[in-house]
């Protein structure tokens, strides 16, 4: 069995079985990316819940694990040679866990860059937008009497989902036939951005045809299910 008691974080969230690997984490959109590629591939994990909104990710043992306080963060007793494998950065852990087992990312070479830059783009583009998106339409930011950053991140926004759009023209997922990690990194960020964020008019999401209908193909898979509320909220 792996020790993971080097490790700081297992101090404040232990690990019932320290031989699998351990996912900190919350579900949010950047957070479920992760529980439903587990959940796909049925990697055998166990989930921490961390309370972002009690600021856990800046104490010193989630800290010790991701410098960045942000989740989700592993934590694979099973890395590379063996070894532990501490791991932060959800576009990062989607590549890693699809390495690890065979699964989602395609093996040719250049369908494999392919699926990759399209993780790239929900990295820095879809997902930071959708989200500035949520706090100036939804949350502190509604208040602000200026509406200039609320439109300038819906402009944005509605422009991103456009890009998914097309893509998805003749293509059931965004590589075709193939559900690949592409897809597991947007559907919770295009499902908050229409759901949660309540933001569907803001980027004209009515207007689409493709998104609506890969967003419900991949809402129905189970893994997809399941993974969108793990952790579990206490």
Known sequence: ??????????????????????????????????????????????????????????????????????????????????KPLALFESGAILIYLAEK?????????????????????????????????????????RDYEDKRPRDRYAKESARLIRVLETRLEDREWVMGGEYTI???????????LIGFYEAADLVNYKELTNVPKWLERGLARPAVERGLGIPARP
């Open 1 to 82: 069995m792996a020790d993971l008691s080097t490790f700081p974080i297992t101090r404040r969230w232990p690990a019932e079985n320290p031989s699998i690997l351990q996912l900190y984490s919350t579900p949010t959109p950047n957070g479920v990316k992760v529980s439903i590629m587990l959940e796909e591939t049925g990697l055998p994990y166990e989930p921490h819940f961390i309370n972002i909104g009690e600021n856990e990710t800046w104490g010193p043992e989630y800290l010790s694990l991701n410098p960045n306080g942000k989740i989700p963060s592993i934590l694979d007793p099973d890395g590379p040679g063996g």
């Open 101 to 141: 087992t065979g699964k989602f990312l395609p093996a040719d070479p250049a369908r494999r860059y392919e699926t990759i830059q399209w993780v790239m783009f929900q990295m820095g583009g879809l997902g930071p937008m959708f989200g500035q998106l949520g706090f100036f339409h939804k949350f502190a930011g």
């Open 182 to 192: 592409a897809d597991i990194s947007m559907l919770g960020w295009v499902r908050n």
